[in-house]
């Protein structure tokens, strides 16, 4: 076997170091600016946990374990970890086995199909939802969940995996066929391990979003957590039953996160030497290229042309009449736009800290900033929404509705993604990079960023429009936070639905998606930057 489970570091030339099987790649120690930086973050993360926690025990424990142990919970908790169970495996699959088709084989309109297992990143999964359950009003319970939920959520998985077998070294895979292993034991042995932190990274942000979807599950009647609690909150604003609901939701996050970590481990990724310049050979489908080709043509029907056909149909019910740009849906697009933007550079702002600490001194404080970070994207809008409001209330009230408190709101939602995005940019950046520039005589801070920060710019850029995006289509904490006056394409767009008028919901719905399409350019960008094809 190439490829031990316990493989050392790159060794300049791209291959593995054999000699010393079980190095690990040296921890350097933080700085005290940065671990004050990613602990004030993670202090400001807690906010919503602290929340809840505060109503679990001004509710008390004997209502609390009433509220909690009926057999109602125990049905949510068992259709959300069906959910995980079932959607993440199948996006994993689907995500890894379209990046090899598209990247290693030789299967006809390879680009083309690639771009399209991205474009579903720019449809909201509401939208989605919004799509099958106009064209199949019947489809109901967990299995049309799943389906939905993997064809709006598998490019979180396909992306990383894309950009990492384009950066991957062919050599390795060279020797491993020169001694005798047929090409599916080569990917399994030589390149499925090398995908790992690729494959955890997507499989955590997908898990994540699976934990925190509501509008999806909502139009297709399954039940979640993270339905209840909104329903609860609608029923009543601040009931203890939705704030103790919040508690399970957090020890799933916590469950998943531990899950993450234990796959991902903390070994290194970097590799000293610029790899190899050459393209990785793809391999001859031969004539059974017409079935490989109906997977990706299924993929792009179901998750893309469905879609883009219903939306059409609306509007082309509604015709001119239906594009009400002068009753709000340009403002709706400005304000979008703007929360989007900022947020975006915001939230990866404060997720800079952590994730450098991430990628330079791995180890277990750095893993409890960090999943104090993370543990957040997992929480419904609605939780982190009635926290801040708790906060600005009793402790902030000029704050109260503010655009700095719908900031707020949106850097804790999204510090998942962006963390993720960075972390994996930064450790592909080689440490020993910074401490050459550091000998040269540049100060730390200047070695930093003009080297590191540098290196790892086309990442960050991804990771923003990774958090734009997820602004672009938020709707909980937008109801709830937003200063009066404020229209968003995802608010307007959920307030004409509510109101059964498909035909003015479908321009915000388009909308959404023409914004996000730029975002998702960057993104695919950014994935196959590395080896141009």
């Known amino acids: 076997m190439l490829l031990q489970r316990d493989t050392a570091p790159f060794s300049p030339a791209g291959s593995p170091d054999a000699t ?252 000293i030497g610029p790899g190899a310049a050459r393209v990785a050979p793809r391999m001859a489908l031969g004539r059974a290229w017409p079935l490989w080709m109906l997977l990706p043509a299924a993929v792009a029907s179901l998750s893309v042309a469905l879609p883009a056909t219903t939306l059409l149909r609306w509007l082309w019910r509604g015709g001119a009449d239906a594009w009400a740009w002068g009753g709000g849906l340009g403002a709706a697009l400005g304000q979008t736009a703007f929360y989007a933007a900022v947020g975006a550079a915001l939230t990866c702002l404060a997720a800079l800290p952590v994730a450098w600490l991430s990628a330079r001194a791995p180890g277990r404080l750095q893993r409890l900033i960090e999943a104090c970070h993370i543990y957040v994207g997992s929480l419904p809008g609605v939780v982190v929404a009635l926290a801040l409001v708790a906060i600005t209330v009793r402790v902030a009230l000029p704050l109260y509705q503010t655009v700095v408190t719908l900031l707020a709101a949106y850097v804790l939602l999204y510090l998942a993604r962006a963390i993720i995005a960075l972390r994996a940019s930064l450790a592909q950046v080689p440490v020993e990079l910074e401490h050459a520039a550091i000998a040269l005589g540049r100060p730390p801070l200047v070695a930093a960023v003009g080297t590191t920060l540098r290196l790892a710019a086309p990442g960050i850029a991804a990771g923003m429009a990774l958090v734009a995006m997820g602004i672009t289509t938020e709707l909980t904490a937008t109801l709830m936070l937003s200063p009066i006056g404020t229209r968003t394409l995802a608010t307007e767009f959920w307030a004409l639905t509510g109101e059964f008028d498909h035909v003015g919901a479908a321009p915000y719905a388009l909308a959404m998606i023409l914004l996000s399409l730029p975002l998702c350019v960057i993104l695919y960008r950014q994935a196959v930057g590395a080896i141009g094809r």
């Open 20 to 271: 010393f099987p079980r190095r690990r790649h040296r921890r350097f120690p933080a700085h005290p600016a940065l671990l004050a930086a990613a602990l004030a973050a993670a202090a400001v993360a807690l906010i919503p946990a602290g929340f809840v926690l505060v109503v679990l025990v001004q509710t008390g424990w004997e209502i609390a374990s009433a509220l909690i142990f009926r057999p109602r919970v125990a049905e949510l908790l068992r259709n959300t970890f069906l959910l995980e169970a079932l959607a993440v495996p199948l996006a994993i699959a689907l995500a890894v086995t379209l990046a090899w088709l598209t990247e290693r084989t030789d299967l006809p309109l390879a680009r083309l199909w690639s771009w399209l297992a991205v474009v579903p990143l720019a449809i909201p999964a509401f939208v989605h939802s919004y799509a099958w359950d106009g064209l199949f009003p019947t489809l109901r319970g967990l299995a049309p969940a799943v389906a939905i939920s993997v064809l709006a959520y598998f490019p979180f998985v396909y992306l990383p995996v894309v950009a990492q077998l384009r950066r991957l070294d062919p050599a390795i895979e060279d020797v491993a066929a020169s001694l005798g292993n047929p090409p599916v034991r080569v990917f399994l042995r030589a390149v499925l391990p090398q995908l790992r932190l690729a494959i955890a990274g997507g499989a955590l942000l997908v898990a994540l979003h699976l934990l925190a979807e509501y509008g999806l599950y909502v139009l297709i009647r399954f039940e979640t957590l993270t339905t209840a609690i909104v329903d609860q909150f609608q029923a009543v604003y601040d009931g203890p039953a939705a704030n103790l609901l919040g508690i399970l939701l957090v020890a799933c996050a916590v469950g998943v996160l531990a899950l993450e970590s234990l796959l991902r481990g903390d070994r290194r990724y970097a590799r």
